[in-house]
């Protein structure tokens, strides 16, 4: 399974729009990306998922481009309960590669008023 | 529906002590997962299932192990514990949609080996 790589850390005020990146340069064919949050002492929880161009619901937006190496997580007039750390996942969703699942160590996202 | 729920939310144990960590899940999910993350750390999978009365390592399955006899239960043990499992332990489920997975996590059991 394709690897992620996404910043450390990301800073932002309430009411303006966050873009989150993802690099994933070896995504295969049959891989979708998918993008979890996880506040403090809480288990991570399902954002959104995509496989190429735009996918949005009413937390967040996803866009892919077409090569899919990257993806880039919006989420729209964060407030601070944004506050929380994002992961980038990459992966087929296969009984057969789940033993390489990789989480990384996501992207710390402070929102300050 | 609880989802998925661990149990216990807190343990201490000594070095050479064991325990057994329960996962249960109510959503007749297949897939089950163990994660551990530590400070400052992303999520690592130790053990994970796709089906009753299966099991596979993850990344870092060395000092556990699990047991899934019943399709709602994923159990971690451990049977000699070490400092370096000090952790926070998150179980997981999920279902399979064609392509697409979801993963949905429990509230974490936070584990202190002295």
């Known amino acids: 399974l394709a690897k992620t790589t996404q910043p450390i850390s990301m800073d932002s005020y309430e009411g303006q729009e966050v873009n989150i990146t993802c690099s994933h340069n070896?995504?295969?064919?049959?891989?979708?990306i998918t993008w979890y949050q996880q506040f403090p002492s809480q288990g991570p929880r399902f954002i959104i998922q995509g496989y190429k161009t735009k996918v949005t619901n009413e937390v967040a937006s996803l866009f892919i481009p077409a090569d899919r190496k990257s993806s880039t997580l919006s989420l729209p007039r964060v407030s601070l309960s944004d506050t929380a750390v994002y992961y980038c996942?990459?992966?087929?969703?296969?009984?057969?590669?789940?033993?390489?699942?990789?989480f990384g160590r996501g992207t710390q996202l402070t929102v300050w008023p | 529906n609880a989802g998925v729920t661990q149990t216990p939310k807190f343990r201490v144990l000594k070095t050479g002590q064991s325990m057994t960590l329960l996962c249960a899940q109510d959503?007749?999910?297949?897939?089950m997962y163990w994660y551990r993350q530590d400070p400052g750390m992303g999520l690592r999978l130790i053990h994970y299932?796709?089906?009753?009365?299966?099991?596979a390592k993850g990344e870092v399955p060395d000092g556990y192990n699990v047991s899934r006899l019943k399709k709602q239960n994923f159990l971690l043990g451990l049977e000699s514990a070490a400092p370096s499992q000090t952790s926070v332990y998150f179980c997981?489920?999920?279902?399979?949609?064609?392509?697409?997975?979801?993963?949905?996590f429990g509230p974490g059991t936070r584990l202190t080996v002295t």
């Open positions: 996942l990459v992966g087929d969703g296969r009984g057969s590669t789940l033993g390489r699942l990789y």
């Open positions: 299932s796709v089906g009753e009365g299966t099991t």
């Open positions: 997981a489920s999920s279902y399979v949609r064609g392509r697409l997975y979801e993963q949905y």
């Open positions: 959503m007749n999910h297949e897939y």
């Open positions: 070896n995504i295969a064919t049959n891989d979708y």
